[in-house]
């Protein structure tokens, strides 16, 4: 245990050191190393950007909720964003449903706290793939970004005796609809990740090499943030080392051998992104060439404005749960399924 934030500070100042010095050595010797779960054989490489022209599209949801008493109620707005560009400027922009969508609810009782959880999740997740799908669709983007990864994660999938694995279900179904749908209409689909947690990177380059010191206690971005110079990026690695053995990826049958990743960096001052997107749609340059002119508008935030404003528009504020609750309390009076947990509701404080 640490005594005070004079040991901290120096504790990450002494972490930071290594892994920079890590991170040199690496670039040094990618040259002259085999990466056997890497795309590519060199394990930076740099970025060209593209001029952007055409309809490149973003889907965000905003979702807000509460635990009562009786019942566990979540609210949703999402929304799709259109960007028609020219030369790489917005020369138009549409929306999908609409500007301000109707909100979605869903509703549900005697969830244990991990039901709870995994069915805000899964909620938000088939709220998104359905408005994503249906985008496409309707506007047939060049390309589709989602804010997050294009692969349920680990944490999203229920236990088979949970009464919400049946929305799992259904979820995974439809990251096989999204994915058919791009495939046919020739949408490249994007994840972006702006605060990846993942390790598989680092995973990879420990494992070849050489037992090197200083790739423990940390993540991908945090390691690569050292690495990578801005407009470069990591060689293209697939999602898992055996996705037809992966907890989550096996649930998506053929899919999940064609999910793949990098890192790219594409301003100076902010951090690498993780991008995944699907094997054999575009070339590994294509893909991160239109992911690097997509998100380095900003010296010092390096996101997607098409993601931005899919966002903006699906954030709930403060108040729109409350204008919900004190609907249902108008239609049924003081219920004792609405009243709120204790946690929530302490007079004192």
């Known amino acids: 245990m640490l005594d005070g934030l004079g040991e901290i500070a120096e504790k990450i100042r002494s972490n930071e050191l290594s892994r920079s010095e890590l991170a040199k050595r690496l670039r040094f010797n990618s040259g002259k190393m085999e990466y056997a779960e890497t795309l590519e054989r060199e394990i930076v490489h740099p970025v060209l950007g593209t001029p952007i022209s055409g309809k490149i599209a973003a889907v965000d949801a905003g979702i807000a909720g509460e635990e009562l008493h009786g019942f566990n109620l979540l609210l949703m707005r999402t929304v799709g964003a259109v960007f028609t560009y020219e030369n790489s400027r917005v020369a138009s922009h549409d929306y999908f449903p609409s500007a301000l969508p109707a909100l979605q609810y869903d509703m549900r009782s005697g969830l244990d706290s991990h039901d709870v959880m995994w069915h805000k999740s899964l909620f938000r997740l088939k709220g998104e793939l359905n408005c ?22 680990l944490s999203d999938k229920p236990s088979e005796e949970s009464e919400i694995r049946p929305l799992y279900d259904e979820v995974v179904a439809g990251y096989k609809s999204l994915y058919e749908t791009a495939w046919s209409g020739g949408c490249t689909l994007l994840g972006i990740i702006k605060d990846s947690r993942s390790k598989r990177f680092i995973e990879i380059a420990q494992k070849h090499s050489q037992n090197e010191p200083g790739f423990s206690h940390t993540s991908d971005t945090n390691f690569l943030h050292f690495m990578l110079e801005a407009g470069e990026r990591t060689c293209a690695f697939s999602y898992s080392s055996s996705p037809a053995k992966h907890q989550v990826l096996k649930d998506l049958g ?35 060439s239109l992911s690097h002119s997509l ?52 007079p004192f404080r």
């Not at 994503?132 to 994660?153: E, F, Q, V, Y």
């Open 295 to 346: 998100s380095c508008a900003h010296k010092a935030y390096a996101y997607p404005a098409v993601l931005i404003e899919a966002d903006l528009r699906a954030a709930l504020d403060g108040d729109e749960f409350e204008r919900a609750y004190g609907g249902l309390l108008s239609k049924l009076g003081r219920s004792a399924s609405l009243m709120r947990l204790r946690r929530n509701s302490r």
């Open 132 to 153: 994503a799908a249906d985008l496409m669709k309707k506007h047939r983007p060049a390309a589709l970004l989602m804010d997050g990864s294009i692969a349920p994660l």
């Open 254 to 288: 053929d899919w999940a051998g064609k999910i793949l990743s990098f890192y790219i960096k594409p301003v100076k001052e902010d951090r690498p992104l993780r991008v995944e997107f699907l094997s054999g749609q575009k070339t590994f340059s294509e893909v991160a």
